[in-house]
C-alpha cells in the first residue's frame, strides 16, 4: 500500500483548490506550513466535512450522505465504506493524538495519516504499521487554529520539515465538525474491538452510518450531541473472517452508563476526553457477518435519546 499521507496529501491540494466553494480558508504560514481553517472561523460545511472525512481516513474510504428519519424526523446522516478498516479507520482516522501545551490558548484532538507517522500508540505496534513520507497531514479537533508551536511540535514528533506539515483544522461545534463525527461510526466499532483484543486485521470490511447532529456553537452541547449519535445512533456492519466471543460486547448497550447522555458523562469526567473510560466509545448497534460462519447482530439504536440530544 502507498503512504496514507501521500494520499491525503493529494485530497488537502484538492481541498485548496476548491477553498473557496467548499467554504473553507486555507493558509500559508511563515514556516511553509499550511493551516486548513475548515470551522472554526470558516463556515464551512456539509461537502466540506465529507472531504475531510475523506482526509481523515487517508482516501481509503468511501464517504456519502443519505436521509433517514430519527423518531418520525428525516435527519441527514453520514455513510462511510471502507475495505482497509485497519489502515482507514485505526491507523489514520481515530483522533489518537492529544494536543496540550504550556501554552493554554491551545488545546485540541489530532487524527488522521500524521499519526502513523509517529506510530507510538499500541494499534500501530500491534497491526505493525508505520508510515514514512516528508509530508505530514494531521486534522485538528479545536476551537482554535494551530499556532506555530502546534506546528513545530507535529514536524518534530513526525520527523518532517516544518514545510511540510499540512493541518486542517475545524471545531467540534460547526457543520464540519457534526459531519465528521457521524463519520466515525466504523472507527468506534474497530476501536472497541481492538480494545477486546480481537485481531481487527480480521476486519474484511466495515460500513457505519450515524445522523449528522444540530450544529451548537456551544461546544459542551456539540460534544454532547456528536457522541449521542453515535451511541445511540449510530449503525455498523462488519465483515469477519473470525467468530469471537467478545462480539457481543462491541454495542454501546454493553457498557456499564448506557442510556446516560453524553453531556452528563462528559461533565462528570471534567469534559476532559481522555479522562472517560473507553468503553463509552461505541456505536449503538453492530452487525457481524462472519465469512462462512453466523451473522451476529447486537444492540439497537435509541431514537427517543438521540431526538431528545438533537432537541427534536
Known sequence: MDSINRMAVELVDEAIDFAEELRIVPQELDSGARVLDFGVNAEGGVEAGLLLAEIQTAGLATVQTRMDEIAGVQTPH?????????????????????????DPTFEGLGAGPARALVAEEDEFQALEYFDEFDLAVL????????????????????????????????????VVGSVTAAARAAELALFRLFELGYDVRN??????????????????????????????????????????????????????????????????????????????????????????????????????????????
Open 139 to 174: 486534522s485538528v479537533e479545536s476551537i482554535s487554529l494551530p499556532s506555530e508551536t502546534v506546528i513545530e511540535h507535529v514536524a518534530n514528533k513526525t520527523d518532517v520539515n516544518l514545510s511540510g506539515v499540512m493541518l486542517p483544522t475545524y471545531a467540534t461545534g460547526s
Open 203 to 312: 476486519v474484511h470490511s466495515a460500513f457505519g452510518s450515524a445522523p449528522i447532529a444540530p450544529i451548537s456553537y456551544d461546544e459542551s452541547i456539540a460534544m454532547g450531541r456528536t457522541n449521542d449519535a453515535l451511541a445511540y445512533g449510530g449503525t455498523v456492519h462488519l465483515t469477519v473472517t473470525a467468530d469471537d466471543p467478545v462480539l457481543k460486547e462491541l454495542p454501546s448497550t454493553a457498557r456499564d452508563k448506557y442510556g446516560t447522555p453524553f453531556e452528563e458523562i462528559f461533565a462528570e469526567a471534567d469534559w476532559d476526553f481522555y479522562d472517560v473510560p473507553e468503553s463509552v466509545f461505541a456505536p449503538a448497534q453492530v452487525t457481524v457477518d462472519v465469512i462462512d460462519g453466523p451473522t451476529h447482530v447486537l444492540g439497537e439504536t435509541n431514537e427517543e435519546l438521540v431526538a431528545e440530544s438533537f432537541e427534536y
Open 78 to 102: 453520514v455513510e462511510v465504506q471502507t475495505d482497509h478498516p485497519a489502515v482507514a479507520l485505526l491507523c489514520s482516522q481515530k483522533a489518537g493524538w492529544e494536543l496540550e501545551f504550556d
